[in-house]
Each structure stands twice: as C-alpha cells, then as structure tokens.
C-alpha cells in the first residue's frame, strides 16, 4: 500500500541540488535537476554511506561528494565500474507540490 506524504513544493529544492526529508526510514534525499525532474533516494552512498544530499547533480546522476562515485537517481544504481544500490522511493508531482511514497 502507499503512503504518500506531502514534503513541499519544487521551489523548496535548490535546482540541481537537494533537500533532506526525515522519514521513519531514515534520511531521505529529494532532488531536482535541471529539468525541474524530481528523484528521491536515500540520502547514503552505496558504497560508504556518504551524503547524497550533498553530491552534484547532473542529468539523472548524482555523484557522491565522498568518492565521487555516480549514482542514477532513476534506480538507485551505482554507475559502472561501480556497484551498489541505494534505495530509491517513489516521487509524485500534483502541480507544484511534492509527495513521497514511504510505504516500501
Ligand atoms: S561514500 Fe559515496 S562514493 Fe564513497
């Protein structure tokens, strides 16, 4: 079942930066890109749970402020060589405002 939350409008996320939700899950990391597209991840490095939250967002990537290593925001997948996922939740746009599906 879903449970989307309402966690703010698009201006509320820095264009080609994110935003940090608390959930029950832990740090969730909302992102916009240059498109105004919306992604949400949890805001932890596959590789060594660095902030997501802080990494540069280019396209559908975001590459990791540790390590630098890119990460979709699509899929949660590390880039090759690269491997490892990082979870990823369901976003939803309703005009201007934004919900996330915590339910998974
Ligand atoms: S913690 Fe993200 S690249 Fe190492």
């Given at each position: 079942m879903s449970n989307w939350i309402e966690v703010g409008t698009v201006q509320d996320i820095p264009k080609l930066g994110a935003r940090v939700v608390q959930a029950p899950q832990g740090d969730i990391a909302?992102?916009?890109?240059?498109?105004?597209?919306?992604?949400?991840?949890?805001?932890?490095?596959?590789?060594?749970?660095?902030?997501?939250?802080?990494?540069l967002?280019?396209?559908?990537?975001?590459?990791?402020?540790?390590?630098?290593?890119?990460?979709?925001?699509?899929?949660?997948?590390?880039?090759?060589?690269?491997?490892?996922?990082?979870?990823?939740?369901?976003v939803k746009l309703d005009g201007e405002k934004i919900f996330l599906d915590l339910a998974k």
């Amino acid at each position: 079942m879903s449970n989307w939350i309402e966690v703010g409008t698009v201006q509320d996320i820095p264009k080609l930066g994110a935003r940090v939700v608390q959930a029950p899950q832990g740090d969730i990391a909302i992102f916009r890109n240059a498109q105004d597209e919306i992604f949400a991840l949890a805001d932890k490095c596959p590789h060594k749970g660095g902030p997501l939250s802080q990494g540069l967002v280019h396209g559908k990537t975001v590459t990791c402020p540790m390590h630098n290593w890119k990460i979709s925001m699509e899929n949660g997948e590390a880039v090759a060589p690269d491997h490892g996922c990082s979870r990823v939740y369901a976003v939803k746009l309703d005009g201007e405002k934004i919900f996330l599906d915590l339910a998974k």
